[in-house]
């Protein structure tokens, strides 16, 4: 089992392609949101072989299999706005004078399949002028599957789990994202590349 706990973060940028637009769509969770004790968690995990002996029973790694591809982000929510936007139910407020942040997140039960529509994920690491340290989970469907605590501390915690989806050539090869699971490290082996995080797009470290 391979687990890997991504800490000292820049920022965590959610991106959703816009088929229409032919542009990525982009929110990021900055430091402010993420603090201190922000944490995004990624397991990777072979598919394990059973054998029986006189000994007893023994599991082994099947090589070139995979079991489990799972990961999460753990992070301080300072409004609900971060969150709307994560799980994409965001609802901007439309009344006069409301701010930036002015909103809600409203559940209905009408739009679960749009619920089935995935981002990228990619977060970036504090001391890097490139992407050397970049974690990019290409397409999930974030939500929160444990409880919401209110009122226990000043800030709620939140975990927010991201639901990565393995790359299927079928179903993924024209969706306008990467053909691939999940990067670890560099977006181009060649040339220095930093995510822009307005745009969602990888470019040379000046224009980032």
């Given at each position: 089992m391979a687990v890997q706990n991504i800490t000292q973060l820049r920022r965590i940028v959610f991106r959703k392609w816009d088929a229409t637009e032919s542009t990525w769509d982009v929110f990021t969770l900055e430091p402010d949101d993420l603090g201190q004790d922000t944490v995004m968690t990624i397991n990777v995990a072979p598919r394990m072989r059973s054998r029986a002996s006189s000994?007893?029973?023994?599991?082994?790694?099947?090589?070139?299999?995979?079991?489990?591809?799972?990961?999460?982000?753990?992070?301080?929510?300072?409004t609900f706005k971060?969150?709307?936007?994560?799980?994409?139910?965001?609802?901007?407020?439309?009344?006069?004078?409301?701010?930036?942040?002015?909103?809600?997140?409203?559940w209905d039960g009408t739009d679960i399949c749009a619920e089935g529509e995935y981002m990228s994920v990619i977060a970036q690491g504090l001391c890097d002028d490139g992407s050397s340290v970049d974690v990019e989970l290409t397409r999930c469907i974030p939500s929160v599957d444990d409880d919401i605590e209110i009122g226990t501390g000043d800030t709620p915690?939140?975990?927010?789990?991201?639901?990565?989806?393995?790359?299927?050539?079928?179903?993924?090869?024209?969706?306008?994202?990467?053909?691939?699971?999940?990067?670890?490290?560099d977006y181009d082996l060649t040339t220095k590349m930093r995510l822009n995080a307005s745009t969602g797009i990888y470019a040379a470290p000046a224009s980032a």
């Open positions: 000994l007893g029973s023994t599991e082994t790694a099947i090589s070139g299999t995979l079991d489990s591809f799972a990961g999460s982000i753990t992070f301080l929510m300072d971060n969150l709307g936007q994560a799980i994409q139910k965001w609802n901007q407020a439309t009344y006069e004078g409301a701010g930036s942040n002015a909103g809600n997140i409203i915690t939140i975990t927010l789990n991201l639901h990565p989806i393995i790359y299927n050539s079928t179903l993924h090869a024209t969706d306008g994202y990467p053909q691939y699971s999940a990067r670890l490290g």
